[in-house]
């Protein structure tokens, strides 16, 4: 494909952008307590101004400490913010690009209590979302004028700190959205009835921001045009309110869907495919003439039908560029073969700030948001390292040892790379993670790593003795836990499945194990194949190792496509002709099955990787499922640290 019309200029209001490509705002979770930025996130939005983008949004920068729920990304009330946020913007303005600052009063109804267990404010008295038996603070006028004053002096300070743009945080159903929608916004006063009223608090930060920072500097409004729940706003209700925004002095509308009771749509799984959200621009670019960025699961190839198909200006990557920040360079120069895919797991970037409350980073590239400190250097001592097992892990440590400057020889035991993933990646919603192994292959031949497949190393192998480091990643294999008949001719184990669909005889299947595999592997019989299958799962749930907002897409899936979920049941025994379970009231029953899948988990396999290192202990080092049973993102970043430590 050809990609130049992603690398032409535009001009939002007097800012002109180099090319189509924009970073879209992400929340870090590494700014500084005091509101200031780090010294990470310089080097993080650094490393996306070299690799090529035209225009960074950063994500949301607080108006004030007392509203700054969410991802640490700054906060802008005092002016001791603005040196530091100087330093950002002349790092990444020195490679051409742009930067736009993301002003944000807060999440509203979406917000956690503060520290004196008040309830959130929000444009009406309506349930928070932590707890619906606790009412919203409705916001009084004093308070929206507050707000309106801090946006102003949020902006002055960022127009000083060197930014070339801002923009409005109005999406994902947080405060400014909740005064735009009417399932949140029940005012009676010049807030709320009808559109224009709703519409007026966005209004009047417009205004506010505009009078503070002069006619020139571009304002952005970030807004969701289909919140895709019942009773939400629908793309028909957002095309009065972006009407109005355009009347105010908005210069460009940056467009998504979602909300807080569609998360799934706020941070789009694999799930979703790609362009998920390109279907709201062009009933924008019928309504306004404004331009228009757009995001959602978007790859450089949907980015140029977009671009060619006139119905949006600029293309909004956020997670692929967190896993390859050049992908714009790489692009221009014709290596997209070099590009290293996302595979939309969200687990490195989101999963890491909700689940662990720590600062972004990526599956695939663990450099993200460590760049100084993760800098692959090339050594002075050469050695020679021997890598066993070709899945992520030792994909991975194969890569970086090999940039490092080492000899590497890889072996897999297979007649392919990507151990488990290259498997389990035949569903069409996993068509990155085939990408992701297609890459390593490509990277790995350009750095003369010598790969050996089909090849089995013993711990006796001549070439262990020899060579100055082993690194193991041998994987893990399928669990077999002692239930009567799990190892009859009619059930199979997860991953041979995925090798050879042919395996499974009839229409009636039976997953024994409902964690995220056996779930991804029941969509795809159910929706690819036409299959009717049953899930059995011993928890209360599905999926419970996946994701709040992959499992928010998956599980609904699940039950459109037909598949049956008995959870709260442990598999008894199995037979030719189906499972017994046990119930959670301890009642017993049978489902009856053609075939049945061995779901019920993997365990380390370190046989291999135990010997080698009981005879060369000073030398071995164990990486991936091997040392831990894990996910894609452990088992990179373990291959990671294994090579980027060697000498």
Known sequence: MDYKKLFTPFKIGNMEVKNRIVFSPIGINASNSDGTISNDEIDYYEERARGGAGLIIMGAQFISHDIAQGPLSGILEHTYVIPKLTTLCETVQRYGARIAAQLCCGTGRNALPNEYGEPPMSASPIPAAYNRKVNCRPMSHYDIKEIIKKFAYSAKNVKNAGFDAIEIHGHAGDLID??????????????????EKRARFPMEIVRSIRNAVGPDMPILFRMSLDHRFEGGRTIEDSMHLIKLLEEVGVDAIDIDAGSSEAIEYVFPPSYLGDACMEYLCEPTRKAVNLPILNSGNHTPETAVRLIESGNADLVMFGRPLIADPE????????????????????????GRIAARFTKLSCSVNPQACNEKRFNIKHTKIPQNVVVIGAGPAGLEAARVAAIEGHKVTLFEKEKVIGGQIAAVSTPAFKNKLCRLIDWYGVQLKKLNVKIQLDTEVTAADEILAKC???????????????????????IINLIEVHKNKELLKGENIVICGGGLS??????????????????????????????????????????????????NSKVTSIDSNGVYIETHDGSSEFIKADSMINALGMVMNNKLAEAIKAKYYTKTRFIGDCEKVGNVGTAVRMGFYAAISLE
């Not at 992908?327 to 989101?350: H, T, V």
């Not at 480091?469 to 009859?488: E, F, L, M, S, Y």
């Open 178 to 195: 909740q005064f735009m929608s009417p399932i949140w916004n029940k005012r009676e006063d010049e807030y709320g009835g009808t559109d």
């Open 327 to 350: 992908l714009p360079n790489k692009l221009m120069c014709g290596n997209r073969e070099d590009i290293r895919p996302c595979i939309r797991c969200n687990e490195g970037c989101i």
């Open 468 to 490: 100055d480091k082993i690194i193991v990643g041998t994987g893990a294999v399928p669990a077999n836990p002692q239930i009567p008949g799990i190892d009859g001719l009619n």
């Open 518 to 567: 056996g779930c991804d592997s029941a969509l795809e019989l159910a929706t690819e194949y036409g299959k009717k299958v049953t899930i059995i799962e011993m928890s209360d749930s599905v999926a419970k190792d996946a994701l709040f907002a992959n499992a928010a897409s998956l599980i609904p899936m699940l039950y459109k496509s037909g598949v049956k979920i008995h959870t």
